[in-house]
């Protein structure tokens, strides 16, 4: 994989979260460690917006050094960042308490998902439904369908 293709599957996985309760401004820069997949690039949380970018950034708040295998079980919430810190998959550098964040904006990302999910999962219920309905009328006796009428 390249890194091209790794930043844009990564930014794929953070994009979509919704952090506009996020008031603080928020600026994380990784480092990926890779022959191929190597590079950097940041997550910026400004005035609610979510920013992904492959550029470094010089005014950061903490950032996250490790291979391209750890940061997408990250983002996929396979791996919690505090789990992977304390095992050495991942090193930070920077203001700690604002590098925990990163778990808060990955846990956004995972319930916007799961909220679109549930509105596709109640639009495809009443598409079903509308279907089991019409087939049901379909197959009902005339005589039935009659009466209906006459009611």
Known sequence: MTYAEFFYEIKSKFM?????????????????????????FYVEVKEGELYVEPYEYYDRDAMFICAPDV??????GRLDPVMAFTEQKLRVEGNIEKALRLKEIIDMKRASVQGEKSIVQKAADKVVNTIVQTAAKKSE?????QSKKSK
């Open 16 to 40: 979509g979260a919704d952090v506009s309760d996020i008031h603080e401004h928020l600026a994380f820069q990784f480092n990926i460690e890779d022959k191929e997949a190597g590079g950097a």
């Open 71 to 76: 940061l997408l079980e990250i983002a996929d």
């Open 141 to 145: 006796p005339k005589s039935q369908k």
